[in-house]
């Protein structure tokens, strides 16, 4: 079976809307996007890499889906990053998307439940899910999610979207944590059966 991870910024009070930039997601009224960039170190950089290397398949929800398609399918062949966000095959949840707009997409738009737990069970490396607030509080209230990859950022910001749900229990297990040299921590958790 395929390991599913959610991959997200996160303050320290949990909120993980519109990391990185200013207009990228003003639901609610939220006035603080682009939080992330003041606290950007390139080994963040370096360590997104070495993990994506693993990766082969993007799950996200519409609106992340769009925000990524936009700034990575128009990038040249032969840029770094480019290249490693356009390779994997993308899945994206949505009922209103009517084409991919990024190249190797698959639209889920009906039983996405069912729909990732048959994904999950394909051959394969690991699936990437970031940003995608409701799908992952959807994903972790059916058990899907197998590890939390958490880039822990040195501010609250007292208002958002949280990364995690409330009213579903789980248990994870901590499997390393990186400290960064501007206050950011990874934290990698792994499910635990406990």
Not at 114 to 119: A, C, F, K
Not at 130 to 145: K, R, T, Y
């Amino acid at each position: 079976m395929r390991t599913l991870i959610v991959s997200e910024f996160v303050s320290l009070d949990g909120v993980m809307q519109a990391p990185g930039g200013k207009d990228e997601d003003r639901d609610g009224g939220f006035e603080y996007g682009g939080w992330t960039i003041p606290f950007w170190h390139d080994s963040i950089g370096e360590s997104f890499a070495a993990f994506m290397q693993d990766c082969d398949a993007l799950l996200l929800g519409r609106r992340t889906y769009v925000t990524h398609a936009e700034a990575f399918e128009s990038m040249p062949a032969g840029d770094p990053f480019g290249d490693m966000m356009n390779r994997p095959k993308k899945y994206v949840v949505s009922k209103t998307l009517e084409q991919p707009i990024w190249r190797d997409t698959t639209i889920i738009r009906d039983n996405v439940i069912d729909s990732i737990r048959l994904l999950k069970d394909e051959p394969g490396k690991n699936i990437l899910t970031d940003g995608s607030s409701q799908l992952v509080h959807a994903m972790i209230a059916n058990d899907l999610v197998d590890e939390l990859h958490l880039l822990v950022y040195p501010l609250i910001l007292g208002t958002g979207k949280r990364a995690l749900p409330n009213g579903s229990h789980r248990i994870f297990a901590l499997k390393s944590a990186t400290p960064y040299p501007s206050g950011v921590v990874g934290l990698h958790y792994v499910r635990s059966d406990s």
